[in-house]
């Protein structure tokens, strides 16, 4: 089980029947909060309206930081592919994008500088998480247009704070 503690209640993900399960866990003595239509409560309400694009081609995994950024406040759209995800972002506009980098076809590098490319983007941070650690492998990632080199496994506290930051 994951745990983070990020928001007033901690947020306890863990996997349930082949798909991550979440919820808030109240403080000691008191109810949880209202969850969502989809049964997942957001972090903060006030926060909606910020939108993050996932793209990964390991289903677990973009379902693992789905369930995270939409716990901190994001509308999240997945993609199990880079050509999906420049898709998505020619369509509509993301305040942050978070790509594998090791993907069949295309990979997260030629994502990044094509996604640079679009107007709008310029700016728009973008964090590579990945189970590449080699030496050059965060230069590489910086090079292509990326803002931050996560490796995986991540740390969800960690992962959530750098996301605001960022």
């Known amino acids: 089980m994951i745990e983070s503690n990020r928001a007033a209640a901690p947020l306890s993900i863990c996997w349930i029947d082949g798909h991550f399960s979440s919820q808030f866990l109240p403080p000691q003595g008191q109810q949880s909060s209202s969850p969502s239509p989809h049964g997942q409560a957001s972090v903060n309400d006030s ?13 677990d995994v973009t379902e693992m930081l789905s369930v995270l950024l939409t716990h901190a406040g994001y509308e999240v ?40 490319s679009l107007p709008g983007y310029e700016a728009v941070p973008m964090v590579a998480v990945t189970g590449y650690s080699m030496f050059d492998d965060r230069t590489r990632s910086l090079n292509a247009g990326f803002n931050e080199h996560v490796t995986k496994p991540i740390d969800p506290r960690s992962f959530l704070d750098l996301i605001e930051q960022l």
């Open 47 to 59: 926060e909606s309206g910020r939108c993050a694009l996932v793209v990964d081609d390991v289903a």
């Open 77 to 116: 759209s997945t993609a199990s592919c880079a050509r999906d995800g420049i898709a998505l972002a020619r369509d509509r506009h993301f305040d942050v994008i978070i790509s594998d980098i090791g993907m069949p076809e295309m990979n997260g590098y030629e994502l990044a500088r094509t996604i640079r």
